[in-house]
């Protein structure tokens, strides 16, 4: 019994420092400038004050590439405009979105890494007004960023292109989906 106690503590400290050197945890607040984007009709959007707070696991799984999800939630407000009708005023419309992204993330030289991947969006608590269809669906995320390790923390700075709804859960025939700049700040902590 005891020499079964003994083996499995070894067995669960090297498990434990295995464990220690490839997790991370992350936390991320982001600012966005989403792309303003002509509608087919002679309309416009143009998304504004936009931000996001996203809370990302990562491990790494070969070498230094590692794989990262979590959740963000995002808020959008768009305003729309009508060039084909002058006289209808402007309508200013809120998107709020959850995703779960599924990224891989390559860091290259010692403090710099870039990341691609896919989200899945779900568009919830929105306006109903006509402005900005519905953003549930598949997305993707194509980023680069600074990365600095201090001990046990990591510091983050990130500018990310975000192409939410890219495949429509809901399909409208004039689909439109939201396009992205953000700058994320970000704080990680490795376990």
């Known amino acids: 019994m005891k020499k079964l106690l003994i083996i499995l503590s070894f067995i669960l400290v090297e498990i434990l420092s295995f464990a220690q050197s490839n997790n991370n945890i992350s ?48 808020n959008h407000n768009v305003t729309t405009g009508f060039d084909a009708e002058p006289w209808r005023p402007e309508v200013y419309s809120h998107l709020y979105l959850i995703s779960i992204p599924i990224r891989l993330n390559v860091p290259f030289w010692k403090y710099f890494f870039c990341n691609a991947g896919f989200t899945f969006d779900k568009d919830f608590n929105r306006d109903k ?19 600095i390790d201090i001990k046990q923390f990591r510091f983050i700075i990130s500018p990310m292109y975000s192409n939410h709804s890219l495949v429509a859960f809901n399909q409208d025939e004039m689909k439109i ?12 902590y490795h376990f």
């Open 27 to 74: 936390f991320y607040f982001g600012k966005a400038d989403d792309i303003k984007s002509p509608i087919l009709t002679g309309d416009w959007q143009n998304p504004e004050n936009s931000y996001s707070f996203e809370l990302i696991y990562s491990r790494i799984v070969f070498k230094q590439l590692s794989i990262e999800t979590g959740l963000r939630y995002s």
């Open 129 to 147: 007004l006509y402005p900005m269809e519905d953003q549930t669906g598949l997305g993707f995320e194509l980023g680069f960023g600074l990365k």
């Open 177 to 188: 989906s939201l396009h992205e700049l953000s700058m994320k700040l970000g704080i990680g």
